[in-house]
């Protein structure tokens, strides 16, 4: 019945919009900007809380499940730009928002390869996706992309203050976890960007054979922490993937951009000072 209350007051929280354009390696968030106003409590949130402290202490979570790309994790560069100014020696000579349409419409077919669309390295689902952006299908292209994504020069933190949120967050006892819809290459970018360590645990999709918004894949997360859904939150970008998907799975779940725009935020809402 609680968590009914509190899916039930966050699910008229923020309208933000955001327009994903994919998952893993090309994947970019294309996002308007959030308007400066003022901000204000979900209804029956409070109240919600007050329980949860009743019922755990004075940290209401013991444990937080985050999304990678578009919420612990941002491309660098615009996709499109990285495409074109890449594929320029290859011949490619699409406009960068050529590029975009493409992607959208090929990112938007359904992958009847394979039940997933991330199965081991991705490689096949992304060369489709490539070719299909660009025109270009040359090997040795879609290779020197691949790897371009795999790089710490691809991708940067969306919160520059996350190191010290996680290591605030750990020292209380909360456990982190990464719940993401990727590939194999999610573990070797989290060690390149030198941010693995904040966490306990990492379900990739590509690993677990499930893909959000399948509850599987936060109930993996989950058994990995050894906690039950209920006392877990999951903090990501995508209504349908982050929020639907981890409350289904028994999660509670806010959506980043809207319902919370930091991780210090995320810390201070379950009950950690940072």
């Not at 992309?145 to 710490?152: G, P, V």
């Not at 203050?161 to 819809?181: H, I, P, W």
């Not at 877990?232 to 929020?243: P, Y």
């Amino acid at each position: 019945m609680a968590v009914a209350r509190l899916r039930s007051a966050l699910a008229v929280a923020g309208r933000g919009e955001r327009r994903w354009l994919g998952t893993a390696a090309a994947e970019v968030v294309e996002s308007r900007a959030v308007p400066e106003i003022a901000r204000w409590e979900p209804m029956g949130a409070r109240e919600y809380y007050d329980y949860r402290r009743a019922i755990y202490g004075d940290i209401t979570h013991k444990a937080i499940l985050v999304d990678a790309a578009g919420t612990l994790l941002a491309p660098t560069e615009p996709m499109a730009q990285v495409y074109r100014t890449i594929g320029e020696k290859y011949g490619v000579n699409y406009s960068e928002d050529e590029i975009l349409m493409r992607y959208r419409r090929a990112y938007a077919q359904p992958w009847g390869r394979s039940r997933l669309r991330y199965v081991d390295d991705g490689r096949p689902f992304w060369q489709h996706i490539v070719s299909s952006s660009t025109g270009c299908s040359d090997l040795q292209y879609f290779e020197e992309l691949y790897h371009y994504y795999t790089t710490a020069k691809a991708w940067q933190l969306c919160d520059p203050d996350a190191k010290y949120v996680f290591e605030a967050l750990r020292k209380a006892g909360v456990k982190t976890a990464v719940v993401s819809n990727f590939d194999t290459r999610l573990r070797p970018l989290l060690q390149a960007l030198n941010c693995d360590h904040w966490f306990d645990a990492v379900a990739v999709s590509a690993e677990v054979a499930a893909e959000k918004p399948n509850p599987t894949i936060f109930l993996k997360a989950c058994e990995f922490l050894g906690v039950k859904p209920e006392e877990a939150v999951h903090i990501g970008d995508d209504r349908r993937n982050d929020l639907w998907g981890a409350r289904d799975a028994g999660c509670d779940a806010w959506l980043w951009g809207s319902d919370v725009y930091s991780f210090k935020e995320v810390a201070e809402m379950i009950g950690v000072d940072v």
